[in-house]
């Protein structure tokens, strides 16, 4: 791996680099390495061929919030090289937002999270969906064809009924609730999709950082950002800090919260099916299948 890094490192940096270490604890999705060149340290990520649509998007989106006066990853480049994609961005010194157990410190890290999605949800984009034609361009699905996608995944056949997951009636009623999405008429805006403090790092001086854009996407304002807070317990915990740095107060985050749900639902609907085509044992297993279809079906 280090001819690989060397290689992209003269390419795009003009030099290789002094010293590369591998960061092992940060790195689910990619090989993660802190690389320091010419007196400056960046990170490099690398992964398969296929996953540099991904990182033309995460620069696509980092480049749209460069003038938001958001602490965020710089991009200095993407690519292929010998079959590894790559994207190499500016390190950023601090600590993992998930590594700071104070509570205040976190309360304070979701309220920022909310502020800094009320400026890059007032972005405008081409389209839709969690894919961009290229680097310079937007998310290139319109709502209807992203949707039809979604539903006919997840109800074009009988899969959730043949593997006892829904109900037959279940199954009739979830997609009737969905397809009512498909009277939002809206402009596309730009959605982080994975806000979390594993997502933020805090500088020594304090300052929050935003980073990792890979889940980023076309979406009605806020809600993509808002259906992955709700849908886990540290989200949920911290919801009304988060509101409160939005500037959404929690009457019209209940004004919204049915249209969030839709969004919510498609997304459990979605790791259920991947768990069970893929044998994911956490996401396939029957307590969290049982809890989930609950959980859905008491949504308001």
Not at 119 to 145: A, L, Q
Not at 212 to 235: F, M, P, T, V
Not at 238 to 264: A, P, Q, R, T
Request: with cysteine; aromatic share 12%.
């Amino acid at each position: 791996m280090e001819q690989i890094i060397n290689k992209i490192s003269q390419k795009e940096l003009g030099s290789v680099p002094d010293s590369i270490e591998a960061i092992i604890d940060k790195g689910k999705t990619n090989q993660v390495y802190k690389v320091l060149v010419e007196g400056t340290y960046y990170i490099f990520r690398l992964n398969n061929r296929d996953y540099l649509k991904t990182y033309e998007k995460e620069k696509f989106c980092i480049d749209k919030i460069q003038n938001l006066n958001i602490p965020s990853s710089i991009c200095y480049g993407t690519g292929i090289e010998n079959d590894n994609s790559y994207i190499i961005l500016n390190y950023i010194e601090g600590m993992n937002g998930l590594d700071l157990k104070d509570e205040e410190e976190q309360k304070r890290i979701w309220t920022k999270l909310g502020e800094f999605t009320s400026k890059f949800s007032e972005i405008e984009v081409e389209g839709c969906g969690m894919e961009v034609e290229d680097s310079n361009k937007g998310f290139f699905e319109s709502w209807n064809k992203f949707l039809d996608s979604k539903l006919d995944n997840l109800f074009g056949s009988n899969f959730f009924v043949d593997k006892n997951v829904l109900t037959e009636e279940q199954s009739i009623n979830l997609k009737n609730r969905l397809e009512e999405m498909y009277k939002w008429e809206f402009t596309p805006r730009l959605n982080h999709g994975n806000l979390n403090t594993s997502n933020a790092v805090v500088s020594p001086d304090g300052t929050v950082y935003l980073i990792d854009w890979g889940n980023g996407s076309g979406y009605r304002a806020s809600y993509a950002d808002l259906a992955d807070i709700i849908a886990w317990k540290e989200g949920q915990k911290y919801l009304d800090y988060f509101l409160e740095g939005y500037g959404m107060s929690k009457e019209d985050f209940n004004e919204i919260e049915h249209e969030v749900n839709n969004v919510l639902i498609i997304q459990f609907m979605d790791l259920i099916k991947k768990g069970i085509e893929n044998n994911y044992e956490h996401l396939s297993n029957k307590e969290f299948i049982e809890k989930t279809v609950k959980r859905i079906m008491e949504m308001k």
